[in-house]
């Protein structure tokens, strides 16, 4: 029996996409590699004594992001506002080898982001980017070269923040990442830089306190799913049908098909006859261990630090109220390697990061780690970004993928908000919009 869509992939882009085209009598399979749903969204209850779950995936929600604020509103799910520290010991910086920034430095940061904003606005066309006469220039340039300009007069610790804070927003060393690329991040962002800040209304003000899965269990429902089947190849040589084979031996027709996962993916699926050139992926995925650490008190709470990786693993740290613990994000270089060590050096690294920043001697009394490279059906997290050099030909990734009958949306295809959640359910639906179309 033929299908109209077979869409591959169980995150939220993928079931976003077939709630639109199910709701208006499109019939649609979703077919997942992985025996759960939910992509990089990954809720765990935490032990008995804690009655909480954890997120460790994808976790935050900005007041600006409609569409997963309205699922979140439609399911009836609480929300709970990220707590952010209050107070800076003026001697912590210097007890960890890191200097605060001046009032001067803080203003050139945010003069730094003015700066980027009004470069990505001048790319108003993301069909067709390369006719901005200075796209060339930044495709092949890196983040990091940027901010070494010594034309722009940058001294060190400044330097230093700012590859941090790019860091953090993308999980990838600026080195490896290309200033084209970034400012496209950007323009995606509704409101420019300013959206992306921690603190009241920033992209991390919301959790949902019974975890971001729920998003993607939730649209499940009512959809039909087949787990723990990958796509292994796809044949779309007859104008008519299209004949994907899964990894179990199993063959599906479609009429359409959705390729809902991060393009850095595609080289792992077999097309027939080969795509074009065009559609070869030079992404690379954003590299990220998420680790949760359960206290039994909140020592840290009132104490701002600005922390680095290189007083430890953790570069980024955020509180977690409920359950009482750390969120410690290690990112790009960092998480390549320790994704090759043992986790119990982690753990104690980890432990003394925080005992450095905080001035304590606690231990956890819970510890959850979660290598996002080691995903198979992932490869990293937070998405797919472009090293330097690396994009040959921008396309508008939601024009059709083949003739017409293929399509890809994830987080990295998205119009709004790409590398979060938000931006993996508007490409979803946009996208299914245009399938939809074709089929009429």
Request: include cysteine.
């Amino acid at each position: 029996m033929m299908t109209d869509v077979v869409i591959v992939g169980a995150g939220l882009a993928g079931l976003s996409a077939a709630r639109y085209l199910s709701s208006r009598n499109v019939t649609c399979l979703v077919i997942e590699a992985r025996t759960r749903v939910g992509g990089r969204t990954l809720s765990q209850k935490a032990p008995d004594e804690c009655e909480f779950t954890i997120d460790l995936g994808g976790q935050w929600i900005g007041p600006t992001q409609k569409r997963v604020l309205s699922l979140v509103e439609e399911f009836g799910l609480p929300l709970i506002e990220q707590t952010w520290h209050s107070s800076y010991p003026e001697d912590l910086g210097q007890a960890v080898g890191l200097i605060r920034l001046t009032h001067e430095q803080e203003q050139t940061v945010i003069d730094v982001y003015d700066i980027w904003d009004k470069m990505a606005e001048e790319l108003t066309n993301l069909e067709q980017v390369w006719l901005n006469e200075k796209a060339k220039e930044w495709a092949e340039m890196s983040v990091a070269s940027y901010i070494d300009d010594p034309t722009l007069g940058f001294d060190e610790r400044l330097r230093l923040e700012l590859k941090l804070q790019v860091l953090t927003m993308t999980a990838c060393n600026p080195e490896r990442l290309s200033l084209l690329h970034w400012l496209l991040t950007l323009r995606s962002i509704p409101g420019g830089s300013s959206s992306l800040d921690d603190g009241n209304k920033g992209a991390q003000h919301f959790k949902i306190a019974a975890g971001s899965q729920q998003l993607s269990i939730l649209l499940a429902e009512k959809q039909d799913i087949r787990l723990g089947d990958g796509l292994v190849s796809v044949d779309y040589s007859s104008p008519s049908e299209i004949v994907l084979t899964l990894l179990s031996g199993n063959k599906l027709t479609c009429r359409r098909l959705l390729l809902a996962f991060s393009p850095t993916l595609l080289s792992r699926v077999s097309f027939m006859p080969s795509l074009s050139s065009d559609w070869h992926c030079h992404m690379t995925m954003g590299q990220c261990i998420k680790t949760v650490f359960i206290y039994s008190t909140p020592f840290w709470r009132g104490i701002e630090t600005n922390q680095t990786e290189q007083q430890g693993p953790c570069s980024n740290i955020f509180d977690l109220a409920q359950p009482t613990a750390l969120i410690g994000l290690i990112l790009g270089d960092q998480a390549s390697l320790w994704c090759d060590r043992e986790e119990n050096e982690l753990v104690e690294a980890i432990i003394k990061q925080y005992n450095t920043l905080y001035r304590t001697d606690h231990q956890p009394i819970h510890t959850f780690i979660k290598y996002w490279q080691k995903e198979e059906w992932s490869g990293g997290c937070y998405a797919g970004v472009y090293p330097p050099g690396s994009i040959s030909r921008w396309e508008n990734k939601r024009k059709t993928f083949v003739d017409g009958r293929i399509w890809l949306a994830s987080t990295e295809t998205a119009s709004e908000w790409v590398g979060y959640m938000e931006g993996a359910i508007e490409a979803g639906e946009s996208t299914a919009k245009y399938i939809l179309n074709m089929l009429q």
